[in-house]
């Protein structure tokens, strides 16, 4: 299928690794240019490299930039003043009690996963509408329909990324703007490699036999019963930036594995 993506500027937050890389290179994949951004210019460099690597002859720039601040978020439209397609996929994660999530936490964690979205697409929904064309991606959570219990910060800011796709599509009713969120569920990235492993060597268990007991235990609804891959999410992300997609907006889409149990 032909996406229609060939020559639109894309921008991915946080991808210089995990979901974010492999949205990066399936982008590319489809001849878009692409905008990879990260926290620091080593880690950019580096995603630089692996892409033009996996991709010869692809048209790939990046930006070191914290966009969980409001002065990240302005240096990176400073240097890309327009974008095409816009995925918000930079976040953070942190089990922790809910009686051990401090004000300082909830504030750092609604700035990293929903204010930095929000800033940029603020500024970037001003030009996708006036060229009536454009594509915003949110990459919520399941954990944002089914807060977890062992980090309810993190599940919150992902509801409030649903609620900000959805009013925001609203506001675009009668263009070829479209915002949507997609909701990963437990997905092999870098941050959750580092989790497993963490638990693994506390508990004295292989990575396998972690995955297997988290399945069994705090994610027993899910159907395919293991991690996704990285790319596997980004291949219904780069479908929802795609001019395909135009008729899917104001849509929360689930690429979980099957963990929330409902058919709609």
Not at 3 to 22: D, F, H, M, Q, W
Not at 43 to 71: H, I, K, N, Y
Not at 143 to 170: D, F, N
Request: charged share 20%.
């Amino acid at each position: 299928m032909e996406l229609g993506l060939r020559s639109k500027l894309a921008l991915v937050t946080g991808s210089t690794a995990g979901i974010g890389l492999a949205t990066a290179e399936a982008l590319l994949r489809e001849g878009a240019d692409v905008i990879v951004n990260g926290r620091t210019n080593t880690r950019v460099e580096q995603a630089l490299a692996r892409l033009r690597s996996a991709v010869p002859g692809c048209r790939v720039e990046g930006v070191a930039a914290d966009v969980s601040t409001a002065a990240g978020c302005q240096s990176l439209i400073e240097r890309f003043a327009q974008v095409d397609v816009l995925v918000n996929n930079m976040g953070v994660f942190e089990p922790k009690p809910f009686g051990e999530i401090s004000d300082a936490d909830w504030l750092r964690f609604f700035e990293a996963n929903v204010l930095s979205g929000v800033r940029l697409a603020r500024h970037y929904v001003t030009g996708m509408r006036a060229r009536n064309w454009g594509r915003i991606v949110f990459v919520s959570s399941e954990s944002g329909l089914q807060i977890p219990t062992e980090m309810i910060h993190y599940g919150v800011t992902k509801t409030a990324q649903i609620a900000v796709a959805r009013g925001l599509a609203e506001t675009l009713a009668g263009t070829n703007v479209t915002v949507n969120s997609v909701l990963p569920g437990p997905t092999a990235s870098e941050g959750v490699g580092r989790f497993v492993e963490n638990l693994a060597r506390s508990a004295g268990k292989d990575a396998a036999t972690v995955e297997r007991e988290f399945f069994a235990t705090a994610r027993p609804s899910s159907i395919i019963q293991r991690f996704a891959t990285a790319a596997e999410v980004a291949a219904l992300i780069v479908y929802t930036c795609s001019a395909q997609a135009s008729a899917t907006t104001g849509a929360a889409l689930r690429v979980d594995g099957g963990v929330v149990r409902a058919i709609a």
